[in-house]
């Protein structure tokens, strides 16, 4: 049972080190990258169907029975979550193809980068807030070598910042996790459930919480601890940028659904209504600060911001339905905004700059770029029947249920501002004449670009299927949320486990 | 004992946040090594204190003998202590970089990645 | 920075801190130990080289860059873990090889458990290597 556990986590482990062993041979190591990402996939795919069968899969490694072992579960959040990571590797592997030359594969990018694929879905398996703790580490360090990759001064005045700011987000959550296991003496996520919920000083358990929370909110760049994003996201390599926008921030929302879901539900009054606010000023926010912007990656990093409200949002209200609607929003953000980093960088390299107010013309040299455009944008501002529409709805439709009328003329506002933002970068670098004259092409020399379509149109092909078929994905969805509701079955698979 | 490594903790932290406000990114950065260790500090203190029982398990038997320190937390601390080694390392690399690459390591002059408008302004 | 009184005592003390952490990470099977501590004594070792005779010369006296060793020891700590799949266990279980006779005749114990820890003997001095190293490059230039 514990093989198809780790497998999701073993998979790229293995291919970093075939990767960093072939790194002198950039062809090689990119496919083999490739190679890996896929049978990761297929792994991440195994265990979504034993999680969809048979309830929430639990096992120990090395033998030691829970709460005392390093537990790796999966219910189906988590399930699904490790899919779309694997999706999202895929994606970004192909595109890596046509991006990543000699020189950077040289310096470690597909390494890293799978080490990273790795931590990610370690965060999203582990059953262990301490092993949460190594995971995040594993991501972060990962992370900081593929901002730096390459070593432009843009790139470290981005990674400063990014740097230290989750720095002091690994410490509170190294101090929390201390402060926790002072009060519980436990830190594997099923048996705090319990014991949290058991515990005499609920008062203690919140501040405690509020500790996480913070944490959390860093890495998931919430109101108001979010300004190390727009201030790094924008910086490295567009593979880079797109795993990041697709997987980080979603990391550190998944963290916050599991612990304010399983963990801290004693106050809600308190947690969640911080959350609340938290969600609203988040979306605006982000909304607002993408409005002022004018370079193509810094309106799409404040756009993850204001999007990481609305899946806040659903965590908030903590009503089953407004819980699908966040699960699904998680996936379909990944897709979309993955997909959107990825198309940037297509037009990055035949317009020669991100500076939307310097580039033009794309729509007329590559009507094929501007259609896969339209697709995420559409989806992300939630035009029907794109996957964005289904997600604003059932989060806008939880909300009104749950009488939050403001917080849900907030999200319809927001939503109506984003089509602002994709308008302008669809004005100004597709629609607009290129102002200096030159006609969008990609430089002959330097890697291919077919692989950088490729990754596109996998992704929007997704997006599209997600929208035009959203039954079954609202349905693990809900799956994902009764599950998340009721914390029985992964408690008892978890502890149970232990015979 | 307890109520001693709280004071220092505390006082640590301190320390820690007057250093953390500064404008200089090396500065930061001390004051974030100095708040790690508060934080280890705090894990190790919360596995309750049992000075002078080291958590070994003598030659031949399976469990140890008699009451001994809870090992969990000092192999949390380890984990923490390693981890952030790591991250520092890589933090004080990046520090000397920026100072390289930016000439400053005043943090609000960092604005390559985030320039003011007004300088682009004609 | 050119000492005599360095090199000829790195000599010395390079090879004792190298037979040293081998011995911390023999004895760390059962007693205080293992290879975590063993790689940092070891790491400590080629430190000590690069600081009295150059960088060059340890890259030199080292053979292999620095970044591989971390990443063989990741390997070998992986593949110990991997190893639990063959006998039907969960992922990392430990296991055990008695060669010359069973546990009670006193065989010779081999097990997946000192494979990883030679894994993380490798890690841990690979990676503090590796960013010693380029630290010093960086100062040298």
């Known amino acids: ?106 310096l470690g990018y597909h390494a890293l980068f799978q080490v990273l694929i790795g931590g990610v879905s370690g965060a999203f398996l582990t059953g262990d807030l301490f092993n949460l703790y190594v995971w995040f580490e594993v991501m972060l360090i990962s992370s900081f070598g593929l901002l730096i990759l390459g ?43 319990r014991v949290v919920a058991e515990h005499p000083d609920q008062g203690m358990m919140t501040l405690i919480a509020l500790l996480f ?38 990391v550190g929302v998944y963290s916050l659904i599991r612990a304010f879901t399983l963990i801290f539900v004693s106050q809600p009054e308190v947690t969640h209504t911080i959350l609340l606010w938290v969600a609203g000023f988040t979306m605006v926010t982000g909304v607002l600060g993408a409005a002022a912007q004018s370079e193509f990656r810094r309106i799409l990093s404040f756009h993850i911001v204001s999007q990481i409200g609305y899946m806040v949002l659903g965590l908030a209200l903590f009503t089953p339905l407004a819980l699908v609607g966040s699960v699904f929003y998680l996936v379909h953000h990944i897709i979309v905004k993955a997909n959107l980093f990825l198309i940037s960088g297509i037009s990055q390299r035949m317009t020669g700059s991100g500076e939307l ?11 094929l770029l501007a259609a896969l455009f339209l697709i995420p944008a559409f989806s992300l501002a939630g035009f029907p029947p794109l996957s964005g529409f289904w997600a604003k709805y059932v989060l806008v439709k939880a909300s009104l249920d749950a009488d939050a009328w403001i917080i849900a003329g907030v999200a319809l506002l927001v939503g109506l501002l984003t089509i602002y933002s994709m308008t302008k970068i669809w004005a100004e670098a597709f629609w607009k004449d290129d102002p200096s004259g030159r006609i969008p092409k990609a ?55 232990q015979e | 004992m307890e109520p001693l490594l709280a004071i220092l903790v505390g006082a640590m932290t301190a320390a820690a946040i007057y250093l953390m406000l500064d404008r200089n990114l090396l500065r930061f950065l001390f004051g974030l090594i100095l708040i790690s260790n508060a934080a280890n500090l705090t894990i190790f203190a919360a596995g309750r204190l049992t000075p002078g029982k080291p958590p070994l398990v003598p030659e031949g038997a399976d469990a ?25 390392a890589f933090a004080l690399v990046l520090a000397l970089r ?7 390591l005043d943090t609000t002059e960092m604005r390559l990645a985030e320039p003011r408008e007004d300088r682009d302004a004609p | 920075m050119k000492s005599i009184i360095l090199i000829a005592g790195t000599r010395l003390l390079v090879a004792l801190l190298l037979v040293f952490s081998v011995y911390m990470l023999w004895r760390g099977h059962n007693e205080p130990g293992g290879g975590f501590i063993g790689g940092l004594i070891g790491a400590t070792g080629f430190v000590l080289y690069a600081i009295a005779c150059g960088t060059q010369a340890t890259r030199e006296a080292l053979r292999i860059r620095p970044e591989i060793i971390a990443m063989v020891g990741l390997g070998l700590s992986l593949g110990a873990g991997l190893i639990a799949g063959l006998f039907g266990d969960d992922f990392l279980t430990g296991q055990w090889l008695f060669i010359g006779g069973s546990k009670e005749e006193g065989g010779f114990p081999l097990s997946t458990v000192l494979m990883f820890d030679v894994g993380v003997y490798g890690v841990v001095m690979g990676s503090v290597l590796a960013i010693v190293l380029a630290l010093e490059e960086e100062e040298e230039d």
């Not at chain 1, 092909?461 to 959203?470: N, Q, W």
Request: with cysteine; hydrophobic share 60%; aromatic share 10%.
């Open chain 1, 1 to 106: 049972m514990s093989w198809i556990l780790a497998l999701p986590l073993l998979i790229p482990f293995v291919t970093a080190i075939a990767v960093f062993l072939l790194s002198n041979s950039p062809k090689m190591s990119a496919r083999v990258s490739l190679a890996g990402s896929l049978a990761g996939l297929v792994a991440a795919l195994f265990l979504f169907a034993e999680v969809a069968s048979t309830g929430v899969v639990a096992g120990q490694m090395g033998g030691w029975p829970a709460p005392f072992g390093i537990t790796l579960v999966a219910d189906m959040l988590s399930a699904i979550m490790v899919v779309i990571t694997a999706i999202t590797a895929v994606a970004v592997a192909l595109y890596a193809l046509g991006e990543i030359g000699a020189e950077q594969s040289r």
């Open chain 1, 151 to 193: 070593g432009r001064p843009e790139q470290i005045d981005g990674a400063v910042k990014y740097v230290a700011l989750n720095l002091v987000s690994t410490i509170l959550f190294l101090s929390g996790i201390g402060l926790l296991y002072g009060e519980t003496g436990t830190l594997n996520m099923a048996d705090l459930s």
């Open chain 2, 64 to 88: 140890p003998l008699s009451l001994v320190a809870n090992a969990l937390p000092q192999a949390l601390v380890l984990t923490a202590i390693v981890i952030g080694f790591g991250l520092f």
């Open chain 1, 443 to 497: 430089p002959q020399d330097g890697p291919p670009l077919w692989p950088c379509y490729a990754a596109v149109v996998f992704l929007a092909v997704l997006t599209i299927c997600v929208g035009l078929v959203p039954g079954p994905f609202l349905a693990f969805a809900e799956t994902a949320a009764t599950q998340l509701l009721s914390s029985d079955a992964y408690i008892n698979a978890v502890l149970g486990a």
């Open chain 1, 357 to 367: 107010y310097r580039i033009g013309g794309l729509y007329a040299a590559a009507p």
């Open chain 2, 98 to 104: 920026a100072y390289e690459a930016l000439g400053t």
């Open chain 1, 213 to 250: 929370m913070i944490a959390f909110g860093v890495k998931s760049a919430v109101f108001p601890l979010f300004f190390w994003l727009p201030a790094s996201y924008h910086t490295p390599g567009f593979a880079v940028s797109a795993v990041f926008a697709g997987l980080l921030t979603k």
